[in-house]
């Protein structure tokens, strides 16, 4: 059964710093990785997918990478912006029905 | 751009009532998912649904649940008879033949009393 782990729990930032958020996942035979950003109380915005056979993804400010082999993939996030403060989810996708499995999230505060 | 829609946003019902949550998956998508939240923890597979039956299901999607898609366009999430342990926020998902991304629509925010 795989299992998708975050670390850390939670993260506060000064803005501009640059961060990078962790995830692990046991079970290596996943179609895709995808990260979600998730505002309080809200619904679940993709921010990246990565695709089992890139290595990396990026969209603006935002840089995710994944390593199949070890179970791991992270989010880079540059020049952090106190309007980036919310629950970052990564989630495995895989299985014959393609369904995701997440982490727990990382809750992140970005300080002005 | 085309969108995954639920309805309503927010339901609150009584322990024991009946409860159906929609959703209008996107258009040309054939695969349609729900997954729970229950607050302050991770978001959960519940069920896939392909082809009018289901898929897949987890151990939580119990006989007190149901899936529908009663027309060509709804996408219906049925609890038979509300616990407690029922609230949560639920999301549906939906993705085309081809393609693994799965679209999340809002979610519906359930709260049993």
């Known amino acids: 059964k795989q299992e998708v782990t975050q670390i850390p729990a939670a993260l506060s930032v000064p803005e501009g710093e640059n961060l990078v958020l962790n995830c692990s996942f046991t079970d290596s035979a996943i179609y895709n990785l995808q990260w979600f950003r998730q505002d309080p109380g809200k619904g679940l915005t993709s921010l990246l997918l990565i695709q089992s056979s890139q290595r990396e993804q990026t969209s603006g400010r935002l840089n995710a990478s994944l390593d199949k082999s070890s179970g791991r993939s992270t989010l880079y996030i540059a020049a952090s912006q106190p309007g980036d403060s919310a629950t970052y989810l990564c989630?495995?996708?895989?299985?014959?029905?393609?369904?995701?499995?997440f982490g727990k999230g990382t809750l992140l505060t970005v300080n002005p | 751009e085309p969108e995954v829609t639920q309805t309503p946003s927010h339901q609150v019902t009584q322990m024991g009532q009946e409860v159906i949550l929609r959703c209008v998956p996107i258009s040309n998508h054939l695969y349609f998912y729900w997954y729970r939240q229950i607050l302050g923890q991770k978001v959960e597979f519940l069920v896939s649904?392909?082809?009018?039956?289901?898929?897949?299901k987890s151990e939580i999607f119990d006989d007190q649940f149901s899936v529908e898609r009663p027309d060509g366009s709804n996408f219906t999430l049925k609890i038979r008879s509300t616990k407690l342990e029922d609230s949560a926020m639920y999301f549906c998902a939906s993705r085309r033949e081809s393609y693994n991304e799965q679209f999340f629509g809002p979610g519906t925010r359930l709260t049993v009393l």
């Open positions: 989630a495995s996708i895989g299985g014959s029905n393609y369904k995701l499995t």
């Open positions: 649904f392909y082809n009018n039956e289901i898929s897949e």
